[in-house]
């Protein structure tokens, strides 16, 4: 037996998996739609000078992620964080030019090596969006109150918490920055190795360590709110009126701070709360992105970014059920080469007229083909032989109830119609389609 398996840190979508991915983005694309958010798609992979700043990355950080090198001086890097190349689409394709703001959407994977919560994975589903172009509490408010709505809609916003935060301006964050720094130096032996890596790059991290003793410190560490400008203070003020406003329950932790170091005034967090514990969904105000990535003009953007993977386990674990357009309606069994041809067109027929159909064609004795159609689970069998053929019939056999029925060849589709139900019928209409 070959030793070759999925790679540690990887996870295969199976088709009970893709069910509930499948409704997972219908929810998506119809909230989405909606609220007049347009699907728009990045490579999966991106200059990696984009993300080295977007999240400050130092060389033997950036080697953490997956790169590789596509020609001399050009680093590719597998996207990480769809945001920043969200904002590099934005000028490259001259979005100033549309209506703003420019309210875009994704569902598309994002690829981390180091990651942090039981649902993320080196490859992990994320559905996302940003509203590019202009800033208000309101917008901000009504994005996340989007992101809740969504949650609702697959059953799980009564098992996460809403966390916001005010993180300030660049400048409240450069200020309490050197506060941290100051208030922890001396007492880097009750720190955990990470936090003492962090210490001087990133001082911000410290505060959401789970160490015992870091969370100790971090207790009584100064306060941002000490730090921050009117401004920001009043910004919050401003996002949590709305947010009550349209009934979004929420509540505010002075010690949260995202991963990502280019969000400014406003973050948020869904948290599990109960069977899954990861964070869902973050997000916040991205301002100062832009300028990070060395555009020289200034751009307001509100970036949130949700776990599917995530979602879908809280789903799972709350035994929710997703409606599934997978389920077969019938299996047709033949024996011999003149059935096999007559089997062949109908099943051809049955799925042009919205029939979910499938035929054993290769498989021997009608024993074994009945069998495949039990584990199908199919409620109807068409049954062909050569006798059938040379009379022109065919044999339907409920399965459920074992009884079956002689009908003429000809009469098979509209009889599977009348079994099935035309409400049931699975149909595709290319007549949609518009030439130009």
């Known amino acids: 037996m070959s030793d070759i398996k999925i790679i540690e840190g990887a996870k295969d979508i199976l088709p009970k998996d893709h069910q509930y991915f499948t409704y997972f983005k219908k929810v998506v694309r119809h909230r989405c739609r909606h609220s007049g958010y347009r699907r728009f798609t990045t490579p999966l992979f991106e200059d990696a000078n984009l993300f080295q700043k977007s999240f400050a990355l130092s060389d033997e ?35 100033r030019d549309w209506a703003q703001p420019v309210e875009l959407y994704y569902i598309e994977p994002v690829f981390r090596r180091m990651t942090e919560g039981k649902y993320e994975y080196l490859q992990s589903q994320c559905f996302g969006l940003s509203v590019i172009g202009e800033t208000d509490a309101a917008i901000d408010a009504q994005v996340i109150q989007l992101l809740y709505q969504i949650l609702d ?61 870091c969370k100790i410190l971090a207790e009584i560490a100064p306060k941002f709110s000490q730090f921050l400008s009117q401004d920001s203070v009043a910004y919050l003020e401003s996002v949590k009126e709305y947010l009550k406003e349209i009934d979004v329950p929420f509540t505010i932790d002075e010690k949260l701070f995202l991963s990502e170091l280019y969000y400014s005034n406003l973050v948020f967090d869904f948290v599990g ?26 751009l ?23 409606p599934s357009k997978d389920n077969l309606h019938v299996f047709v069994a033949q024996l011999g080469p003149e059935a096999k041809i007559k089997c062949l067109r109908l099943i051809k027929d049955l799925r042009d007229i919205g029939v979910k159909s499938v035929g054993a064609l290769g498989k ?51 009889e599977v119609v009348k079994l099935i139900g035309e409400s049931n019928l699975d149909k595709y209409h290319p007549g949609e389609l518009v030439y130009s």
């Open 273 to 298: 709360t109960d069977k899954v514990t990861d964070s869902i969904a973050t997000g916040g105000r991205a301002d100062p992105l832009t300028k990070i990535l060395g555009y020289e003009c200034d």
């Open 61 to 95: 950080e950036l080697a953490k992620f997956f790169t590789c090198s596509l020609k001399e001086n050009c680093k590719a890097m597998l996207v990480a964080d769809r945001l920043p190349a969200m904002i590099r689409a934005y000028f490259e394709h001259n979005m």
């Open 300 to 322: 307001f953007a509100f970036g949130a970014k949700m776990n599917a993977d995530a979602v879908i386990a809280m789903m799972k674990k709350e035994k929710i059920k997703v």
């Open 153 to 213: 809609d697959l059953g799980v916003s009564h098992l996460v918490t809403l966390k916001l935060n005010n993180v300030g301006s660049i400048d409240d964050q450069k200020n309490y920055a050197q506060a941290l720094q100051d208030f922890y130096i001396g007492k880097e032996r009750s720190l955990c190795e990470n936090c003492n890596k962090n210490l001087l790059v990133k001082p911000l991290k410290l505060l959401s360590c789970q160490e015992e003793d």
């Open 364 to 414: 021997g004795s009608m024993k074994e083909q009945l069998r495949l159609a039990q584990q199908f689970k199919v409620p109807y069998t068409i049954l062909m032989g050569l006798t059938e053929v040379k009379e022109g019939v065919a044999i339907i056999r409920n399965m459920e109830k074992g009884t079956q029925a002689i009908i003429l060849y000809d009469q098979i589709l509209d």
